[in-house]
């Protein structure tokens, strides 16, 4: 299942403007800038200048959040975004409560202390967005993750991301009937089923350098139409008359 454009002219527009571009000025922003974002619960929340604004939301990073402010807009991050830009591009501080900027492995135990499936999401997510797709939140279609070929403006998305750990979890797909569940459902809203095996290759989730001897194995998997194929072979089979 290829990409699903929205209009015409949407492909070119993506391919004019590369989000591997989109995301280096964002990098180059924020660095400038030196943005300092605040941990608040379960997300990050940061505020940010127009230019900012802009490229965070090109690139789409976080939500923007209403407020009565003018000269800022604040913007509400998941915890692998905004490790994303702390740990793996480098452009952005975060502080706690308390105000003072966390390291990168006080940040790491934190979020894992509030999210117990961090590492693995956090190195699936990471996987992805360094190969440029888009990745937004799944839980509307009962997955983890959507992910889009560029902005979803301009195109679809056309992943359905599962993430799986080799310590098992809680028997998520383990049996035929969830497969066949989740893939019809992926199927009624155009999208492939793609699932990430993360395998953290017996080095635990101490701290994030870890993340550098994890794998991931990723693997698609479509509904098998049984009528579909037998109309294609008698097509082929015609055709050869």
């Given at each position: 299942?290829?990409?699903?454009?929205?209009?015409?002219?949407?492909?070119?527009?993506?391919?004019?403007?590369?989000?591997?571009?989109?995301?280096?000025?964002?990098?180059?922003?924020?660095?400038?800038?030196?943005?300092?974002?605040?941990?608040?619960g379960c997300s990050v929340?940061?505020?940010?200048?127009?230019?900012?604004?802009?490229?965070?939301?090109?690139?789409?990073?976080?939500?923007?959040?209403?407020?009565?402010?003018?000269?800022?807009?604040?913007?509400?991050?998941?915890?692998?975004?905004?490790?994303?830009?702390?740990y793996s591009l480098k452009?952005?501080?975060?502080?706690?409560?308390?105000?003072?900027?966390?390291?990168?492995?006080?940040?790491?135990?934190?979020?894992?202390?509030?999210?117990?499936?961090?590492?693995?999401?956090?190195?699936?997510?990471?996987?992805?967005?360094?190969?440029?797709?888009?990745?937004?939140?799944?839980?509307?279609?009962?997955?983890?993750?959507?992910?889009?070929?560029?902005?979803?403006?301009?195109?679809?998305?056309?992943?359905?991301?599962?993430?799986?750990?080799?310590?098992?979890?809680?028997?998520?797909?383990?049996?035929?009937?969830?497969?066949?569940?989740?893939?019809?459902?992926?199927?009624?809203?155009?999208?492939?089923?793609?699932?990430?095996?993360?395998?953290?290759?017996?080095?635990?989730?101490?701290?994030?350098?870890?993340?550098?001897?994890?794998?991931?194995?990723?693997?698609?998997?479509?509904r098998w139409s049984p009528?579909?194929?037998?109309?294609?072979?008698?097509?082929?089979?015609?055709?050869?008359?």
């Amino acid at each position: 299942m290829g990409p699903r454009w929205k209009g015409k002219g949407a492909e070119a527009k993506a391919l004019a403007d590369p989000m591997s571009e989109i995301v280096s000025q964002l990098q180059s922003s924020l660095l400038q800038s030196n943005v300092c974002a605040l941990l608040s619960g379960c997300s990050v929340v940061l505020a940010v200048e127009t230019e900012q604004t802009e490229l965070l939301a090109r690139a789409c990073f976080g939500k923007p959040i209403i407020t009565a402010e003018k000269d800022k807009q604040w913007f509400q991050l998941g915890f692998e975004e905004a490790f994303y830009l702390c740990y793996s591009l480098k452009c952005l501080k975060i502080a706690g409560e308390d105000n003072f900027v966390k390291n990168d492995l006080d940040l790491w135990l934190y979020m894992k202390l509030k999210k117990e499936k961090f590492p693995d999401f956090y190195k699936a997510y990471s996987h992805l967005r360094m190969k440029n797709w888009v990745l937004r939140p799944g839980l509307q279609y009962g997955v983890d993750f959507v992910a889009y070929r560029h902005h979803p403006s301009l195109v679809h998305s056309e992943y359905a991301v599962i993430v799986l750990s080799e310590e098992g979890d809680a028997g998520r797909l383990r049996v035929w009937s969830d497969f066949h569940c989740t893939i019809r459902l992926c199927g009624s809203v155009a999208k492939t089923l793609l699932i990430l095996n993360v395998n953290k290759n017996g080095h635990g989730a101490i701290s994030p350098s870890c993340l550098e001897r994890y794998s991931v194995e990723e693997c698609t998997i479509t509904r098998w139409s049984p009528e579909q194929s037998r109309d294609d072979q008698k097509a082929s089979e015609n055709g050869a008359k």
